[in-house]
T-cell receptor
Framework: QKEVEQNSGPLSVPEGAIASLNCTYS??????FFWYRQYSGKSPELIMS????GDKEDGRFTAQLNKASQYVSLLIRDSQPSDSATYLC????????????FGSGTKLNVKP | KAGVTQTPRYLIKTRGQQVTLSCSPI?????VSWYQQTPGQGLQFLFE???????NKGNFPGRFSGRQFSNSRSEMNVSTLELGDSALYLC????????????FGEGSRLTVL
């Protein structure tokens, strides 16, 4: 069984700080990685995807991937109270179909 | 552009009954996946359909089934409901079968009594 592990949190950060969310995965052959945000009572929405080792930046969000360590992270700069949500790490299996393994999610609380 | 539409949004069933959930993907999207979300297990993959064919299936019993129609709309069915089937069932659509970018519907919350 392929696994995706996340610290469930909650992770509490003050407004304006950097929030760091981490994820490890078990399948060394995985190639595609995603971060989803899920507000309470809502469905997940895609924040970022990352496929290559290194950093990928999109606005206040930076995804980091280290395939050798089987580690994915998401940094949120200048955290806002509106960022308070559960962040799900997802790892895609294979290339030609959409089957994902999701972590259990990290709950982020940004305090004003 | 309309998003992924799931119906019904909420439903209550009793043990032993069956249920059918519907999902209309984003226009032009051909891949539809179904996930079960529970507090204890998180999001778990049920199955994926692409061009009316089931391409992959998760580790769920045969009571869980699905299908996709020629217009890409999809249905999933759960027969002989058990208490443990209470969950949020999420449908996700994707433009192709390989981009990996899923767009989720709001889900169907099933309660089994």
């Amino acid at each position: 069984q392929k696994e995706v592990e996340q610290n469930s949190g909650p992770l509490s950060v003050p407004e304006g700080a950097i929030a760091s969310l981490n994820c490890t995965y078990s399948d060394r052959g995985s190639q595609s990685f995603f971060w989803y945000r899920q507000y309470s009572g809502k469905s997940p929405e895609l924040i970022m995807s990352i496929y290559s080792n290194g950093d990928k930046e999109d606005g206040r969000f930076t995804a980091q991937l280290n395939k050798a360590s089987q580690y994915v992270s998401l940094l949120i700069r200048d955290s806002q109270p509106s960022d308070s949500a559960t962040y799900l790490c997802a790892v895609k299996e294979g290339y030609n179909f959409n089957k994902f393994y999701f972590g259990s999610g990290t709950k982020l609380n940004v305090k004003p | 552009k309309a998003g992924v539409t799931q119906t019904p949004r909420y439903l209550i069933k009793t043990r032993g009954q069956q249920v059918t959930l519907s999902c209309s993907p984003i226009s032009g999207h051909r891949s539809v996946s179904w996930y079960q979300q529970t507090p204890g297990q998180g999001l778990q993959f049920l199955f994926e359909y692409f061009s009316e064919t089931q391409r992959n299936k998760g580790n769920f019993p045969g009571r869980f089934s699905g299908r996709q129609f020629s217009n890409s709309r999809s249905e999933m069915n759960v027969s002989t409901l058990e208490l443990g089937d209470s969950a949020l069932y999420l449908c996700a659509s994707s433009l192709t079968g390989s981009t990996g970018e899923l767009f989720f519907g709001e889900g169907s919350r099933l309660t089994v009594l």
